[in-house]
C-alpha cells in the first residue's frame, strides 16, 4: 500500500516504516515476524530510531538486522545480555535490548542471562520461547515439554534422562535486579496488543534505568513441531501455556 496517497483519517492497517523490504525467511505461520513487526511499531512510536541499539545472537533470530532498520550488534551464541551490558554501560542514554530464542537464552546463554539480570543491567529482553531448536532441525532445547517429541527425543523428552522443562522468566522474576517480568503471544489479536504494551513497557524501562526487563513471547515452531500453522496454535494453547502460563511474573 502506498500510504503517501491515502488520507490518514482512512488508513487502518501500514507496514512500519523501520521494517525493510527484505523477504522474510520465517517459515509461515512462525512467531518471529510478529514481533518483529511490534518491536519495529513500538520504536517508531516512542521516538527511539536514533536512541535504540539492539543485541540478535545465534538461532532463528539472528537475521533481525535484516528486517528492523535500527542499529544492530551481533552476538556469539548466548552472549547477547554480556553484550547488551557492555553497549548500554557505554551509551547509558540508549534503548538497549536483545531478542533471543529459547535455544539461545536459556541454554549456552543461561549463565549470561541469568547474571546480567542478576546486576540489574538496564536492558530489555525479549525472549522467544517455541519450546524447541527451530533453526538447527527441531532438536530438544531446555524449554522443551515433557514428552514433547523432537528429532532428538523421537519419543518424547524424558524428564529422567533430559529434566524438566526450564522455566527460565520464572528464574529470573526472582532475581534483585529484574524490575519487570512477563509473559505473553501474540497468536491473537487481542494477544499481540497486550504483547505490544509489555514490549513499549520495557523499552521504557531500559530509557528510565530501572533494570532487567524480560518479556517472554511464548510462541509456535510449525515447521519444527510438524504442524499447520493453525495447528500450532491451538497445539500451543493446549500444551505450552498450561506449563508457561502468560502473564506478568514481576513489576516493580
Known sequence: MNTSIVDPKNLVYAKPE??????????????????????????????????????APVGCAVFAYDYVDIDWQEAAHGRAPAVATAI?????????????????????????TIHAANRGENIAIIFINNGIYGMTGGQMAPTTLSKMKTSTTPNGRDTYENGYPL????????????????????????AVKKAKRMIAKAFQNSLDGKGTSIVEIVSTCNAGWKMTPAGANDWMVDNMFPVYPIGDLKDI
Do not use: W
Not at 522455566?167 to 487481542?190: M, Y
Open 18 to 55: 523501520l521494517m525493510n523490504d527484505n523477504q522474510m525467511h520465517y517459515c509461515p505461520g512462525c512467531s518471529h515476524g510478529v514481533v518483529h513487526k511490534l518491536i519495529a511499531e513500538i520504536i517508531d512510536e516512542m521516538g527511539l530510531r536514533e536512541k535504540t541499539i539492539a543485541i
Open 167 to 190: 522455566k527460565i522468566t520464572d528464574l529470573l522474576a526472582q532475581l534483585e535486579g529484574v524490575c519487570f517480568a512477563t509473559r505473553q503471544s501474540v497468536h491473537t489479536a487481542p
Open 88 to 112: 548500554k554501560r557505554l551509551c547509558p542514554d540508549k534503548m538497549v535490548f536483545t531478542y533471543q530464542g529459547d535455544g539461545d537464552l536459556a541454554a549456552i546463554g543461561t549463565a549470561e
